[in-house]
């Protein structure tokens, strides 16, 4: 499976993201017109097969740039999930030079053991914090 990290919102297509938020729990019913004006305020992400063109990845992170980043809306499409695409998504967005040193928050539900392998700790059942 061949696959890139696009980075970027301009580089990344409203409806794919909007096709993935419609399969969770927390975002199932967000208003596409909520999810563009998301976009415009977050450093976003996305898992790209590049065999199949199409996105089955994404995560956005919203940042004061100094003390905190907020890592949200990371998903990844349920037919792709298990072959290491989040570890591959979340890897990239903790490399990346603008997050170092910044303490990361998520709120989640899930895949708490994948957030783990990156420094994150649960606080109170589904706050972690790095």
């Known amino acids: 499976m061949h696959y890139k990290i696009l980075e970027g919102a301009e580089n990344l297509r409203l409806d794919d993201i909007v096709r993935l938020l ?12 909520k999810i563009e004006a998301s976009l415009r305020h977050s450093a976003c992400y996305g898992v790209w097969l590049e065999d199949e063109q199409k996105l089955v990845g994404f ?5 004061d740039c100094a003390t905190t ?4 809306d990371v998903i990844i499409d349920a037919e792709y999930r298990g072959k290491g695409l989040g570890t591959a998504l979340i890897g990239h967005i903790e490399s990346r030079p603008e997050y170092a040193g910044l303490r990361g928050l998520l ?3 899930d895949a708490h053991g994948l957030y783990a392998k990156f420094g994150f700790e649960t606080v109170s059942g589904r706050a972690m914090v790095k």
């Open 22 to 33: 419609r399969t969770t729990y927390w975002a199932g019913q967000r208003p596409a017109e």
């Open 59 to 63: 995560a956005r992170v919203i940042t």
């Open 69 to 72: 980043y907020y890592l949200c």
């Open 107 to 109: 709120l989640t539900r």
